[in-house]
């Protein structure tokens, strides 16, 4: 299947598709942070036997929106001692670091709002980009819990960004690709092609079929630690930290880091869905391909592992901030770097 | 170990300082000592194998019209043996020696007792308050104590 | 060859401050308005200093200015979510020092009502200790069920949390014809969540790494502050005073007392405070399953209500197994008509004050989590 922008197609590559290319995905991240609040609200209702807001709209299902109103209706406080401008900035920061990783997200073969041959490595940059928000934010705040929950997440972040940057390594190095469109179409004719079971190829790939599995569990972890979810969620930790490093923002500011935090998670599960589980690609071959196909195949498989994400947060305890590190640096780190060897060396001898 | 044998021990032991033992049953029995010598009384309790009172289960203050009291129920988890000792202070000088280092519950329950009625344990190494603020000014719980009108500024009985 | 340099240097300059940190009164893990004041080391803790008295209400003066029957409301307003072991020690105490003798029936409703009230309290301190650790959907599962016991309080008394129900010689009313039935049924579905909890919360990887070796607390340290209850018996001493001087009729019932055996980490840790609880929670079914099969269908509840609570002259201390620990109360009587002075020795309280002993260099999430394992109420604490 070819891959192409389909605006830039029916406009012409001018000022006008480049908007649509990027306007595009910012109202595609807002129904599905709304979307995906709702789904929290009531996947946690289901879980813990609850029926979940009822009262706004049928089911509650507008009651997202109402949230979002009464978010806007709040007043913005800032505190004394606080450093306006960072304060300020801090929220607009993180949002603006996790929506850049949406330009190179391949939605459909047809649609990649910037096409760029190196986007894994540049998603991953962009995604690091959150830490400098919360640092910010934390610091600004002048709070202690703020700072505490700051500190917990920038030493966190950086932990657990080295497994999830070998994940990558791997998945590029299986596919001799940086680029998430040739990474997907690779990936192409059936879910026995993903990468998750060792990607394309004879049967000679048995050998490293484990290690695939392993590698996508090890990245699933890892973003969760990365988007600050529970089990990972210590630097908001509510029962210690009261908030973490969003405990003194309201209203905007506050919406912001939310909103932020359902961009993250989306950003992570399409790396997942990209690396190891054939992107926008049919898990049947060319049954049930095509164009919107692709889009309905890639929001699914992304919203699976959104919900898988949901599914732990309100079944686990919180990990404690030194088990943490040991899980980050003592366990994900050296199977991952196991993992990636034999993928390398997978790669020399075939 | 019954009450009447532990008063009989102690009051070989102490003499003087043991001043009574009063039973008047249904209600609990309990030795009268002196304020002085109630450190020393109190670590004999513990220590000698025979008593080995390792638990204080209780220590009250009480406000008598004349006199303050404190009041000390014993247990010994092992023996399973109770004693009650009660330590009678005039009003003018509520001192009582402190028996935090020997069983160290005693720490909130002497501050609790210094808070409310103002007895004064000494040798306690943190005697303030705990229930009131750190500033409140009188000892509530006793008989003659007048609320005040206002704090800080705000009317009391609001 | 190189010149040495010395480059002097202020170490004392170097030196970073510890930071303080406010935790309370208002802070969602302090189970109500404690204050603790926790000098922090990095994320190590190196003092926690707490105040409390933020709902210091002086139950003891009120005490001294209302009859015996008035004091229960505010007995019962002590530990707020095992208000009917509150009121148990209270009138058992006036009762003694009367000399009353209750009716049998009485005595099984109230060995009842007191160990499904401590069914109740160990599920909310189980809830609020994985809460604590992180976990929330435990927490409503436990709060279903402490709602269904709610209800049979509601119907045999009209009280949800604050009851008035045990007077002094007797109860305030009978309870309701189906009572029985719905007590057993309480039972079947405790023991099926309980089942439910065990796996998803009590041997979880992460709850066990959390709370085991965390807030370890030795047993000669647990009785020499005075610690009682799940603290002392987590620590692995077997006492509880319903076996060790049987008030009541408890002396006619077969169960056990779980102890903390340090089965995953230290005896004495916080994963041992809270299977404790868990398995008490077991026995206190097994308490009831017998009182409902021993209980007498007939008979007047209000028969030994005296007309007027009037004492002798004398004081008494009387003590029971609270939920909590050990909920004593010395009385004593003037022979007038309200109390001279009462004083509550109440088991948080005591409790509490072990808290800076035993967290002292564990981690500021720790804190949280040891806090969650004494189980205090303030509603007790401050009196």
């Not at chain 1, 890639?298 to 901030?321: C, G």
Request: proline share 5%.
């Amino acid at each position: 299947m070819e891959t192409f922008n389909v605006f830039e197609r029916l406009l012409g590559e001018n000022i006008l598709s480049a908007a649509i290319s990027v306007l595009l995905p910012l109202v595609f991240l807002i129904i599905y942070a709304l979307i995906a609040i709702l789904g929290e609200l009531k996947i946690s209702a289901w879980i813990q036997e609850r029926l979940g807001p009822m009262r706004t709209g049928p089911y509650g299902i507008l009651q997202p929106l109402a949230e979002v109103i009464k978010l806007i209706q709040k007043e913005d406080i800032v505190p004394a001692g606080a450093n306006k401008l960072l304060f300020n900035l801090a929220p607009y920061v993180i949002f603006a670091g996790s929506f850049a990783g949406f330009a190179v997200i391949p939605f459909t073969a047809a649609f990649v709002p910037a096409e760029i041959n190196i986007g894994l490595f540049y998603i991953f940059a962009i995604g690091a980009f959150a830490v400098i928000g919360i640092v910010m934010g934390g610091w600004a705040s002048n709070n202690k819990y703020s700072l505490l929950g700051a500190m917990r997440s920038a030493s966190q972040m950086i932990s657990y960004e080295i497994p999830g940057a070998l994940v990558i390594l791997s998945a590029a190095v299986l596919a001799n690709s940086l680029d998430m469109q040739k990474i997907t179409l690779l990936q192409a004719g059936g879910f026995w092609n993903w990468f998750l079971f060792g990607g394309p190829g004879s049967w000679s790939k048995i050998w490293i079929v484990p290690f695939t599995i392993l590698l996508s569990i090890i990245y699933l972890i890892a973003s969760l630690a990365e988007t600050n979810r529970t089990p990972f969620d210590i630097p908001e930790g509510e029962s210690e930290l009261v908030a973490g490093y969003h405990t003194e923002y309201s209203g905007m500011k506050f919406a912001m880091f939310f909103f932020a935090e359902y961009s993250n998670m989306f950003i992570v599960a399409a790396i997942l869905t990209v690396v190891f589980l054939g992107g926008w690609t049919s898990p049947f071959g060319d049954f049930m391909s095509g164009f919107w196909w692709g889009v309905f195949w890639f929001i699914f498989k992304a919203m699976f592992i959104v919900f898988v994400q949901i599914w732990l947060r309100w079944t686990l305890p919180r990990v404690r901030v030194d088990q943490l590190m040991y899980l980050g640096w003592k366990v994900l780190l050296p199977f991952a770097l196991v993992c990636f060897m034999m993928i390398s060396l997978y790669r020399i001898i075939y | 170990m019954e009450i009447g044998e532990i008063y009989n021990r102690l009051k070989e032991k102490f003499g003087e300082s043991i001043k009574e033992l009063i039973e008047n049953p249904p209600s609990d029995s309990y030795i009268n000592i002196a304020a002085e010598n109630l450190f020393d009384i109190c670590l004999e309790l513990r220590d000698n194998p025979e008593f080995d009172f390792d638990y204080l289960m209780c220590l009250s203050g009480v406000d008598f019209p004349d006199t303050l009291q404190v009041v000390y129920h014993l247990y010994s988890l092992k023996k399973k043996h109770k004693v009650v000792l009660k330590v009678t202070v005039s009003k003018d000088n509520p001192k009582v020696p402190s028996i935090e280092r020997i069983w160290r519950s005693a720490d909130w329950h002497e501050r609790e007792a210094y808070d409310l009625f103002g007895i004064v344990f000494e040798g306690h190494h943190n005697l303030i308050r705990i229930l009131l603020p750190y500033d409140w000014e009188g000892h509530p719980l006793r008989k003659d104590y007048k609320e005040p009108e206002t704090y800080h500024g705000m009317r009391v009985p609001y | 060859m190189t010149e040495t340099k010395f480059v002097d240097i202020d170490f004392s300059r170097i030196e970073t401050d510890r930071m303080r940190l406010n935790v309370g009164p208002q802070h969602p893990s302090t189970h109500g308005v404690l204050r603790l004041e926790v000098e922090l080391d990095g994320e190590v803790v190196t003092n926690v200093i707490p105040h409390i008295g933020y709902l210091h209400r002086c139950f003891e003066k009120i005490a001294e200015n209302m009859n015996y029957q008035q004091v229960i409301p505010y007995v019962d307003r002590m530990d707020y979510i095992s208000s009917m072991n509150n009121e148990l020690p209270y009138v058992m105490a006036v009762e003694k020092l009367m000399g009353i003798k209750v009716p049998e029936k009485v005595e099984y409703i109230r060995v009842i009502m007191a160990e499904l009230n401590r069914i109740a309290n160990h599920q909310i301190a189980i809830a609020t200790f994985g809460l604590d650790a992180g976990a929330f959907t435990p927490f409503l599962y436990l709060f279903r069920d402490r709602e269904y016991i709610l209800w049979i309080f509601e119907k045999a008394t009209g009280g949800r949390l604050l009851f008035n129900y045990f007077w002094v010689g007797g109860l305030a009313n009978d309870v309701y014809p189906t009572f029985k039935e719905d007590v057993l049924n309480i039972v079947k579905q405790v023991r099926k969540t309980n089942k439910d909890i065990e796996e998803l919360l009590i041997y979880n990887k992460i709850f066990i790494d959390r709370t085991a070796n965390v807030g370890v607390l030795p047993a000669d340290v647990a009785i020499n502050y005075g610690c009682s209850g799940p603290m002392l018996r987590g620590s692995g001493i077997p006492f509880d005073l319903r076996k060790a001087e049987p008030y009541s009729i408890y002396d006619r019932f077969d169960f056990e007392i779980p102890v903390g055996k340090g089965e995953v980490g230290t005896v004495g840790d916080c994963w041992d405070r809270n299977i404790v609880r868990f398995r008490e929670m077991e026995q206190s079914c097994r308490i009831i399953e017998q009182a409902i099969e021993q209980m007498p269908d007939s008979g007047d509840v209000q028969s030994a209500i005296p007309k007027k609570v009037r004492p002798p002259k004398g004081e008494i201390y009387f003590r029971c197994e609270n939920p909590k620990g050990e909920l004593g109360f010395y009385i004593i009587s003037d022979g007038k008509d309200k109390p001279y002075r009462v004083k509550g020795r109440a088991p948080s309280f005591v409790n509490l004050s072990v808290l800076p002993e035993i967290s002292r260099g564990y981690l500021f999430a720790d804190l949280i989590v040891i806090l969650g394992s004494i189980d205090i109420v303030l509603g007790e604490i401050d009196r």
